[in-house]
């Protein structure tokens, strides 16, 4: 035994260890290795399960590999293995090499590590041995590296990351909701815009990977490269794509080739964006008063029938009208953003660009704020009201709503603004309608904000940055030229407008669509139809409505379910990839000796102290003046922003959410900072350029 221990430790020192250690740049610290003794399994068959296979990126398909004897030649490679795969979704044996494994002995080790995958919640490499026919699991560890040769298309999670529907794991009724507008509005857009034909589009747009929503980043790629000036890189910059070309990457520039299909969309652009322009109020106020209608009507008695006549109209009518006007603002924002950015940028930097952009009045997304800085201040003004809310816990304060102190205009706070939520885009979220304490919770903390935190003030010198932006660029252009530049600034700044007041109308959808999808489900629970509530969740709406419609019995809704939670459980730990896809570079572009840096996002600097945060329920220990580290932000964290110094996150693009907040308050921002939660310690203190995205370690 002594021996054995030994051979051990001196295997730490191996060829093949201080080799890894030297091509992956690590030290050895010296430390000790502990060793377990324990009984042995005389394997008579011996190998490895990969939950997920990690060459084709099928994630739901697990790779089996076996051999006869000890495992020992299989992990070292000295022995060919027999190899099976297993479709766990569709219950199938999938490929099978050799003569090892029986079908059952297939299923029942593919299972067993389906269950071990489910208890980690991440993809695993699993080691398992077998004697006497018994299965015996070794060592369970998460997959490191899987490649995507399987997946077709480059495929990215941008845009969805950032308070979006891929920030966790999503859950397969929130990720139909938006397949069925992302392949609808998408695909019809592009075709009505004479970018793409019908058959460039014989693909999915919209897919679950991992537990988490990616879009055909090829499909937009293709479409956007039909746009004269169109640089990929500086397509993949804005939306925080991982950049794996050296140089522009693919351009497109107006030539005797292009000039026709030029023409041609750029007319029916020209269709689209006049149509929006003219419309745009109308259709707002149309779906606010189908809203209303739906929100005064959430609480009514309706039988079993009624609330599921109800639901259909909600998804299939009037969600699809709501977020298809959405998502169209987006798509046209996306190719006339960067036309206007190229034209301003002119006439000025890239610092007086991001002054354009911001300060941008009556933006809907912080308007919530904007009431609730003026509570707040009303209750520090008053002394005894102050020392009241300061001392009160939210749950006592929110008992006595109707007595405490300005507890009128928090009720009123919440009628107005109670359709937000912590997490916006996942309605399996408590909107603020059911979840008071924490509105009540914001209100302290914003009580204890100082008044060089007023919004207003923000809002200010941001309206005057732009006026001296403006007047340079008056002082140094003709009379003519500054006119179609203040055009193109103007035209920009209602696009991003409408686009916020298009966002704030699809979550007040989604709050009045988590209220009925509620009530349908308290009915399918008492017909009987789910054993729980929440099982509404692991349905797809299509799968809901084939149900309602009689084409799908009970029982195959609840395997539907079944399978669902299965898929959703294996992957809530797994920390995935942003870009995936066969066509995807293995390697980023090489990283320069300038250290930490990310994408500039406004034109401010800030010098503060580094506050790592990985989640919404570390917000808490946020500080005044902090600057937030972060992989993406949510919706739900904009009431934080007022605080801060400044934002630095992983993911995300100009026009991200960060980005857009961050703006709006005045405060410098830099995305697509990689590692940065990892690099920067939680109090370092740090600055941060929101024009050049640099990060400075210590500080300024």
């Known amino acids: 035994i002594s021996d054995a221990v030994i051979k051990c430790w001196l295997s730490g020192f191996s060829e093949t260890v201080l080799s890894y250690l030297a091509v992956n740049g690590l030290k050895y610290d010296g430390s000790g290795m502990a060793v377990i003794i324990e009984e042995m399994v005389n394997s008579e068959i011996s190998g490895v399960a990969f939950t997920v296979n990690p060459m084709t990126g099928n994630d739901k398909e697990i790779v089996i590999e076996v051999t006869e004897g000890q495992g020992e030649n299989l992990v070292s490679g000295k022995v060919a293995a027999e190899s099976y795969s297993y479709d766990w979704w569709n219950k199938k044996i999938t490929s099978s090499s050799g003569k090892l494994l029986s079908e059952d002995k297939i299923r029942e080790i593919a299972c067993t590590a389906l269950k071990i995958q489910q208890f980690f919640g991440y993809p695993c490499d699993i ?23 399987g997946i077709k298309d480059q495929w990215t999670t941008a845009d969805f990351k950032d308070g979006g529907v891929s920030a966790t794991v999503c859950t397969p009724y929130m990720w139909s909701l938006y397949e069925y507008i992302w392949e609808s509005e998408f695909r019809k857009f592009l075709i009505e815009s004479k970018i793409l034909k019908p058959k460039e589009l014989d693909k999915k747009l919209g897919e679950m990977y991992f537990g988490r929503p990616y879009w055909n980043l090829s499909a937009a790629k293709a479409a956007m490269a039909k746009v004269p000036g169109y640089k990929e890189r500086d397509f993949d910059s804005e939306l925080g794509v991982k950049i794996t070309y050296e140089g522009d990457g693919q351009t497109t520039s107006i030539n005797p080739k292009t000039i026709f299909g030029i023409l041609v969309m750029a007319i029916q652009q020209k269709k689209i964006v006049k149509e929006r322009r003219k ?13 209303n209608a739906y929100f005064a009507e959430k609480d009514d008695e309706y039988t079993s029938d009624e609330i599921r006549t109800k639901w259909k109209k909600l998804i299939f009518d009037d969600y699809l009208y709501s977020e298809s006007t959405y998502f169209r603002q987006i798509f046209i924002n996306t190719i006339h953003q960067s036309l206007y950015k190229d034209k301003i940028l002119k006439h000025t930097t890239q610092g007086g660009y991001f002054t354009l952009i911001g300060g941008l009045d009556n933006i809907s997304h912080l308007l919530p704020f904007y009431e609730m800085w003026n509570i707040s201040r009303a209750i520090r003004n008053d002394e005894k009201a102050y020392e009241f809310w300061k001392n009160k816990s939210a749950a006592e304060i929110v008992e006595n709503l109707e007595e405490v102190p300005y507890g009128e205009m928090v009720k009123n706070y919440v009628l ?156 809530r730990h797994f920390k995935n990839e942003n870009e995936i896809g066969s066509s995807f570079g293995a390697e980023t572009e090489k990283s320069t000796e300038k250290g930490l840096s990310g994408i500039g996002c406004s034109c401010f600097k800030a010098t503060g102290i580094a506050r790592v945060i990985h989640s919404l329920d570390e917000t808490d220990r946020l500080r005044e003046g902090d600057i ?64 050049t995205g640099e990060i400075i370690p210590g500080g300024e």
């Open 416 to 571: 107005k603004f109670g359709y937000h939520s912590k997490k916006e885009l996942d309605v399996t979220y408590p909107s603020f309608y059911e979840d008071i304490p924490e509105v009540v919770n914001d209100l302290k903390n914003t009580c204890e904000l100082g008044d060089e935190c007023s919004p207003e003030a923000d809002s200010k010198r941001l309206a005057e940055d732009f006026k001296k932006e403006m007047e340079k660029i008056r002082e140094k252009t003709s009379a003519s030229a500054y006119k179609k530049v203040e055009k193109n600034v103007n035209d920009m700044r209602k696009m991003l407008w409408w686009r916020e007041e298009f966002r704030d109308v699809s979550t007040r959808f989604y709050c009045i669509i988590r209220a009925y999808t509620m009530r349908l489900a308290e009915a399918l629970y008492s017909d009987g139809v789910i054993s729980d509530r929440n099982d509404i969740w692991f349905t797809k709406i299509e799968d809901v409505r084939s149900f309602l419609d009689g084409k799908t019995d009970t029982d195959e809704l609840k395997r539907i379910i079944e399978r669902n939670k299965v898929y959703y459980a294996s992957f």
């Open 628 to 691: 937030l580290i972060t992989k993406f932000t949510d919706t739900g964290w904009t009431g934080k922003f007022a605080m801060l110094s400044g934002i630095v996150t992983e993911f995300g693009g100009i026009l991200c959410h960060a980005a857009i907040v961050s703006r709006e308050y005045g405060i410098p921002c830099v995305v697509c900072a990689e590692n940065a939660t990892k690099l920067i310690k939680d109090g370092d203190r740090i600055t941060i350029n929101g024009e």
């Open 279 to 291: 419309n745009a109020q109308r259709l707002k106020d149309d779906l606010m008063s189908k809203y």
């Open 127 to 149: 080691e398992f041995a077998m004697e006497k026919d018994e299965l015996y699991v070794l060592q369970a560890r998460a997959i490191t590296k899987i490649i995507y040769s």
